[in-house]
T-cell receptor, first 110, second 110 residues
């Protein structure tokens, strides 16, 4: 097992609502990346945080936003949820290149 | 950006058989990782291998960076090897964004 933890494990939300997902990075890792994995697909990069600053962003709209805290833990916020946001959300920590993934949060939007 | 392609998309083996999974990438890489995704969605690190050869038990991997491909070998397969195998890479100009292939779904029959 990696030292990366995520919460919650599962979440059900209604279209239009907002959601916050949380990630604690592995000890000694200062970089956190977030990915979205739709059913049957490979994970897609959302964004990365390095020392509390955004350090790269994938092709996701601004309603996907994030934060990284001084202890390197991170949050992913999604506003105005859409049905297509239903997916497994994965967090990974790294220092510097090899990425280690948490168990994921499965989000269902109804 | 870098593109990652995996083959074959699906593979069915009898327990005890050997297999080779292939990953092609379109540009030079700083990071090349192989993962096994279990039925609960957890991505398990198999190898961090931007170049060279590594072995871990029944698994081994080789990356030929100059020819832009990587191979994952599974010997004496077991039913617990079943699942989806992903290759992921990021290019020399990008420090964080891992690009995943579409995965190879492996089923090992007893």
């Amino acid at each position: 097992e990696t030292g990366v933890t995520q919460s919650p494990t599962h979440l059900i939300k209604t279209r239009g609502q907002q959601v916050t997902l949380r990630c604690s990075s592995q000890s000694g890792h200062n970089t956190v990346s977030w990915y979205q994995q739709a059913l049957g697909q490979g994970p897609q990069f959302i964004f990365q945080y390095y020392r509390e600053e955004e350090n790269g962003r994938g092709n996701f709209p601004p309603r996907f936003s994030g934060l990284q805290f001084p202890n390197y833990s991170s949050e992913l916020n999604v506003n105005a949820l859409e049905l297509d946001d239903s997916a497994l959300y994965l967090c990974a920590s790294s220092s510097p290149y090899e990425q280690y993934f948490g168990p994921g949060t499965r989000l269902t939007v109804t | 950006g870098i593109q990652v392609e995996q083959s074959p998309p699906d593979l069915i083996l009898q327990e005890g058989a050997n297999s080779t999974l292939r990953c092609n990438f379109s540009d030079s890489v700083n990071n090349l990782q192989w993962f096994h995704q279990n039925p609960w969605g957890q991505l398990i690190n198999l190898f961090y291998i931007p170049s060279g050869t590594k072995q871990n038990g029944r698994l081994s991997a080789t990356t030929v960076a100059t020819e832009r491909y990587s191979l994952l070998y599974i010997s004496s397969s077991q039913t617990t090897d079943s699942g989806v195998y992903f290759c992921a890479a990021h290019g020399s100009g990008n420090t964080g964004k891992l690009i995943f292939g579409q995965g190879t779904t492996l089923q090992v029959k007893p």
